[in-house]
C-alpha cells in the first residue's frame, strides 16, 4: 500500500525523550486538518483517536477509501462543525498510518524496528503531538476532545499543558485501566504472539503477517465495543444465512459471522506491532500514579473548562469510572460539566449516530465558543 503521497507529516526535530528511558528526534507524526484556521487561531480542535483509529477523522480515508472513524461527530454543520472550527488530528506514535512506529526503519542501522521499537506511553503520545501546536502557531486551542484512548490523551494532555486549551472533552474513557481491561488486551497481544507468522516481532523482514493472530485480537476486542443488549437484539441466536444447524465449525451463527468480518478486515488497514505497543500504552496509563495517588493534582493547575461523556451500556469503560473523574475535578474546584447518554450501542456509542451524545456535543463546543467570542 503506498501511502506516502497520501499523508502529511510533520518532521519532529527536536529530541523528545520516552517514559521508557530512551530518547527519539528526527521522526515523523502524520496528522490530517479539517476546516480552516482563522485569524486569531483560537478556533482549533485537537482531537485525539482511540486504539484502531488515525488521523483520518471524517470523510473518506485516501489510504483504506473507507469512512472516517468519527463522520458522524465531524464535518460542516455537524457536532465538531469544520465550518467553525480548524480540527487537527494526528496518528500517535507507535501508530501505523505514517507516525513514527515499529514499522519505520531504526535509522541505526535500517531494519524495520519491529519489537526494537520503544515502548511507549499515552505521555509519550501526548508530548509528541505537542509539536503540532507549534507547527501551526497556536498559543491556546479551543478545545481537545477523544473517546476511549483519546479520552486518555485528552486528560494527559490538560495535565501536561494546563493553559494550552479552554475547553476539555474527555468522552467514554478512564484514568486508568482495570484489571479487566488488562486482561483483555493481554489476550489480544497474546493471539498476535502466538501466530506462527508473527516472528518475535520481525515478521515485515521475513514478508510474513500474523493475520490470523491480530483478526483474533480484534475480535476479542470488538465484543469489549459492543453492548449485551444491542448484541441480542441485533443478532440474538440468528443462524447466517441456513435453516438448521451444520453440526460443525463454520460460521453457524450471525454474531460468528459478523465478529470474523471485523476481524479480517481490521486486519488489512492495522499493523500487529502497532496493536502491541497502543495497547500497552493504554494498560501503562495511569494518572493518578502520576501524582502520586492524588487523579485531582493532575488538573489542580487548569481553567479550562470541562465536558465529561458516559454512556449506560459502556461495560468497557463504565459511567462510574468517567464519574470519578468528575469527583476529582470539582474536589479542585474545577470547570465540569457531567453527562451520561442513554444508548443500547456500548462503548461504540462514541463513534456511532447517537443523537443525544452528538446534540450534547455540538450544544457545549457551540455554547462555549460563543462565550468565548464575547
Not at 479539517?34 to 473518506?60: C, E, R, W
Request: charged share 20%.
Amino acid at each position: 500500500m503506498n501511502t506516502e503521497k497520501k499523508i502529511k507529516t510533520l518532521i519532529v526535530k527536536k529530541p523528545l525523550k520516552l517514559d521508557c528511558g530512551k530518547t527519539i528526534k528526527d521522526f515523523p507524526i502524520a496528522y490530517e486538518t479539517y476546516g480552516s484556521l482563522n485569524s486569531k487561531k483560537d478556533n482549533a480542535i485537537l482531537v485525539f483517536h482511540a486504539l484502531t483509529g488515525d488521523q483520518f477523522v471524517t470523510g473518506v480515508n485516501p489510504v483504506t477509501n473507507k469512512e472516517g472513524w468519527w463522520s458522524y461527530a465531524v464535518g460542516p454543520n455537524k457536532a465538531i462543525d469544520t465550518n467553525k472550527y480548524f480540527v487537527i488530528c494526528s496518528n500517535v506514535i507507535g501508530g501505523c498510518m505514517g507516525s513514527y512506529g515499529p514499522s519505520h526503519k531504526d535509522p541505526n542501522n535500517e531494519n524495520i524496528f519491529g519489537t526494537n521499537f520503544p515502548v511507549i506511553t499515552i505521555n509519550d503520545m501526548v508530548n509528541a503531538q505537542y509539536n503540532l501546536l507549534n507547527h501551526f502557531g497556536i498559543d491556546k486551542l479551543f478545545s481537545i476532545a477523544g473517546g476511549s484512548m483519546g479520552g486518555m490523551q485528552v486528560l494527559q494532555f490538560i495535565s501536561n499543558f494546563p493553559n494550552k486549551s479552554k475547553t476539555v472533552i474527555p468522552i467514554a474513557t478512564t484514568s486508568s485501566h482495570s484489571a479487566q481491561n488488562i486482561a483483555f488486551n493481554e489476550l489480544g497481544r497474546q493471539a498476535i504472539m502466538a501466530d506462527g507468522d508473527w516472528k518475535d516481532g520481525n515478521y515485515t523482514s521475513n514478508n510474513n503477517n500474523p493475520g490470523k493472530g491480530l483478526a483474533v485480537a480484534r475480535m476479542a476486542a470488538h465484543i469489549t465495543y459492543l453492548s449485551k443488549k444491542g448484541l441480542q437484539e441485533k443478532f440474538g441466536r440468528k443462524l447466517q444465512e441456513r435453516e438448521d444447524l451444520k453440526f460443525g465449525f463454520d460460521a453457524d451463527f450471525q454474531i460468528e459471522s459478523y465478529l470474523r468480518y471485523q476481524g479480517s478486515v481490521f486486519v488489512d488497514r492495522f499493523d500487529a506491532n502497532s496493536y502491541l505497543y497502543i495497547t500497552r500504552a493504554m494498560d501503562y496509563f495511569d494518572l493518578s500514579k502520576q501524582f502520586k495517588g492524588n487523579l485531582s493534582d493532575a488538573f489542580i493547575n487548569t481553567k479550562a473548562k470541562f465536558f465529561i461523556i458516559s454512556f449506560t451500556s459502556d461495560w468497557l469503560y463504565p459511567t462510574q469510572e468517567n464519574k470519578d473523574i468528575v469527583i476529582a475535578l470539582n474536589s479542585v474546584g474545577a470547570d465540569v460539566g457531567f453527562v451520561e447518554i442513554e444508548s443500547d450501542k456500548g462503548h461504540d456509542s462514541f463513534l456511532l449516530d447517537v443523537p443525544d451524545f452528538l446534540n450534547a456535543l455540538k450544544n457545549f463546543l457551540d455554547k462555549s465558543y460563543s462565550e468565548n467570542k464575547e
